[in-house]
Every structure is written in C-alpha cells, then in structure tokens.
C-alpha cells in the first residue's frame, strides 16, 4: 500500500514502473538529505501532486507495486548521488515493467469528455438525434512532439529505452510498445521501423539490441550508423533546464546503442566515421553550450542540429589524426570508475582533431534571411564557381568577420564546407563556426 516504505534486499529485483514528465516551474516533492529517513518510513500521499498521484493509481491498477519517480528516488541536494543515478537512468527506464508518460503539466488524467469522440445534435423531418463522430486523430509522433514532455531533453531516452509505455494527458490516452500502438479510437496497429520521434524509435531500436540483423547498407554506412544520425537530430530539438547536461540526458542510450551495435562513439559521433559527419549543421545560430565540449562536436551547440555523414568517395578532406583512442569506448565528458559514477572532466583539448584540406579565406557578410550568407571568394583551384550559399552558422558572426572555408564532401553539383576561424586559446588551432553548401559548376576534383 502506498504511504509505508519496504526496505529491499541487495539482490531483489522487484517489477516496478516509471513515470515520465515534465517538472514545470515550481518543483515538486523531492527527495533531499533532510527528507531521506522520513521517507524511508513514510510518503505521505497528501503531499504528492497530482501527476505522482495518478501515477500511483495506474501503476496499482496495473498490478504493480513499486514505482519509479526520479524526485523521490534521487537526492536532488546530493551531487554525487545526482551524477550516480543520473548516469544509470537509461537501465532503470530500460529494465521497468511499464513506462507511465504523463504528456501534459499538471496531471496524468484530465476532467471532460475525450477527444477521440464528439457529439453530433441533427434534426430532420421533425425528429431529433444524437450521434458520435469519431475523430481521426493526428500522427502519434507527431502528437507526442507537440506536447510538453515531448519537448523535454530527458525524457527521450526514457521513451526510447522503456519497453512499453502509456501515455496520458489532455488529448486522450495511448499505448506504444515495440509490437505497435493503440489509443482511444484505434485498436493495435504495428509500427513500421525508423519512424521518426522519441516513441517511434522504440521498435527499431529494440530490435538492434536483440541482434536481429540489418544487413541493408546505404553506400558504406549501416543502418545502425543512420540510426544513431536520427536519433541525435530528434534529441538535439528538446529542450534541457541545464544545457551542460546535454550528454548526460542521452548517455544511457548511447551505451546501450554502443553495446548493441558494436560502434564507438567519441564527442557524439562514431569514431569510425568521424570525418564523414563533421559537416553537421545547425538549426540556429544560438551559440555554444559551456560544457567544454569541442566546437566540432554538435554537443557545443545550443540549437537543434541535423547529423548526417557523407560517402567516402565523395570526401574533399581527410583526417590526420583522431581523437584519443581511449575516449572512442567511453560517455564523451565524463569518466566513469568501475560504478559508473562520474568522476572527472575531460579537456576539450583532449578531443582535438586534425584534418587535411584545402583551405579558402572568404568574408562573412549577411543577407536577407536567418540562413543565408554571402562569401567573397574566388574557387580556382577547385574549378569553382560560387553562387550565393546555403549557411548554416552555429554563432552568431559581425559582417565583415573572416572566416576560412575548408572544403569537406561533394555531391552532384554541391559541395559542402566546414567553416572555421583562429581559436582564441591556442596558436595554430581553429574552432568550427559552421558549414557552407555551395553550388560548384565545372566541378573538377
């Protein structure tokens, strides 16, 4: 019954469930070094707020006992704690029976008639009727992105990790599993592979940890290789209360992707294609997030990003020399000991990298447009001809800033540049400030 605390042996594994949601602004409940024994002892239910409440009757009325909150279950006023758990929290989501996503602020369920349904009033020939029309209801990753827990930074890897999960809020009710979805108006459906949105990569992604095998390659990448792109691109668009926790929030699926998929992952990226996804872009140029992360890395931007990785033959640079071998096996800005508790910074110049290519000053000005940028420059070697370019800038830049272009990857009647300018910190050292996609005519490589 909930209210009384059972203390657990260390080798009890007990079901339970997990609830995902959103804090909103005031702070809930929690856990902290003055509450622990008291709560050890007693919850009092009273106290809880609705959203925690609910969740207590679901996950009773599912038939399981225990639950997963992160305020009651983490020390919020205990760092070391916070760091610990923290980092586990890809398991805990992964190994619970049942994830309970409460969608919208406030509540898991919500006063008035559901909106899977609405009552139609018609008369004819004198008589009166009531009917039911159901609504067809959006796109269930489309609706999971237009709600308040869709946009929050941890809770992605949650959706993605739990094997099951109900969610609940104003627009009605639904269930996603890797077999498929249901809600209010329709019964199971299955979902196809790679659909696009936290939930939509629970199937996909379940399938490469039961080392099902996808032997379909797109040129020289795998399919675990597009995967780990996408889910960097839907998770760089949520929002995080602390921008330095951006690694963090994913670390959990990251292990899990690397233990699945056999890939290294150093700064977000896979080592072993490192030089192909360097040209990944950003959505706005909002600035670095100070984590210490290398401007090279999409974990430096404040904005959403789109990943992607160009062919090998198609490659204009290329790498002299990778990051520290070491860093590829582990999380990328924290080391963990044997517990898994985080215990150090790594310096971003630890992941510094260095690539060949043929460099090209070029003057920054702007234009109409948030993305569009003009360069002056001339293409001789290349047997360019520059038109304006597509760019997008991961900092703002003052017109007038020179900047130097090297290129990165062609494509048909394209090529793509990484565009740089002096680090500040160090002599013969550059700092990414975003990429150019330039129209080439008589393109000669």
Known sequence: MWGSTDTLGAGSRPGYCTLSHCWGQTQPIKLTKKSYESFQENIPFELLPKTFADAVHISLNLGVPFLWIDSLCICQDDQGDWLAESARMGDIYANGICNIAALDQGACFFEGPTPASEALYFST?????????????????????????????????????????????AGGISWDCVDGTADEVHSMRARLPYTRAAAGYKRTFAQFQRSIPFPIQHRDRSLHDILWSQLVSEYSNTVLSHETNKWLAISGLARRYMESSGRRLVAGFHYDHLLEELAWWSNTSAGRVPNGAPTWSWLSCK??????????????????????????????????????????????????IKISGHMRPFCFSAQEGPFHRSFDAEFETYSMEADTERVWMD???????????????????????????????????WQRVGVCSAHAYGYSR
């Open 303 to 352: 904005s959403g990003v789109c990943m992607f990785a160009a062919n090998r033959d198609q490659m204009l640079a290329s790498m002299v020399a990778l990051p520290d071998e070491h860093l590829a096996t582990r999380t990328w800005h924290t080391m963990y000991n044997s517990l898994g508790i985080a215990t150090a910074m790594i310096p971003a110049t630890s992941c510094s």
């Open 395 to 429: 900092v703002p830049l003052a017109d007038g800033t020179k900047v130097w272009g090297v290129p990165h990857s062609w494509s048909f009647l394209k090529f793509d540049m990484i565009l740089l300018v002096p680090a500040s910190h160090a002599q013969d050292c």
């Open 125 to 169: 020939r004198g008589k009166h009727y009531l009917a039911t029309k159901h609504i067809e209801p959006i796109s269930h990753d489309d609706w999971l992105k237009n709600t308040a827990l869709g946009k929050r930074g941890w809770a992605f890897q949650e959706l993605v990790l739990s094997p099951r999960t109900i969610f609940y809020g």
